[in-house]
């Protein structure tokens, strides 16, 4: 199954192991109060997923476009759109593909979710930097969160706690592990849905490149991002590569 088949599987489900209620409540302050102490005004978040990110920030004012490689999450993005009667827009373009479908600038650009590891060479995350960069107007600011592959890559944990949604009589079960190799790893997805008593399971799995701190510092200065700031999580704590759990970067285009 290619990387596309499986987002377009996994967006089936991707909101159940997700509780959007506490993401958006801990990750909305950090992103809202930057972007409007920037002035920002039309954002465009990249990998949007299913697109709730970029739904409320669309509440909030902003003019928002999401774009996604997966038509599944895009699909998803666009129904939870109308259910919350945001106003955000959502197009299907991959990191490749944004040169295509970004017409006009935008004044600040998000990829979170630990997307950018989906880029599985050096060129490709670079490349996409540098359209990114394109996109944005002088001056403009991108924000990524990924995973703090310093701290993850040394300690190999493998399992993931595990997630749970029920519905009705209706439940799921997510069970998340990690497999180490000698450059990359294996991100695996095991689903198990019941039903009166019966239960049925899927198992999903892609690769992940992953990203370290200085190698994302020196890769954005090459597509001309500067100022940068870095932090461990959403509270604005200062990020410690042994430590944090995340890695979320600030970055500017240079004039």
Known sequence: MSDVALWDTLSVDYDR???????????????DGFLSQRGAHRVLDVACGTGHHAIALAKRGYEVLGVDVSEG????????????????????????????VVTEPYDAALCLGNSLPSLLTEGELRSALADIGEVLVSGGSLIIQNLNYDRVWPRRQRFMPLETHRDGDEEWLFFRFVDFHQETLTFNMVVLHGRDGKWNYRAEATDLRPIFTDDLRRLLQEAGFSSMEFAGDYDHNPYDKQESSDLIVVARRET
């Open 17 to 31: 192991f997700v509780n959007w209620d506490d993401r958006l409540a801990r990750e909305m302050p950090f992103l």
């Open 73 to 100: 999450m895009i699909a998803k993005a666009r129904a939870n759109a109308q259910a919350a009667g945001g106003a955000a827009s959502f197009q299907r373009a991959g990191f490749n593909e944004l040169l295509h």
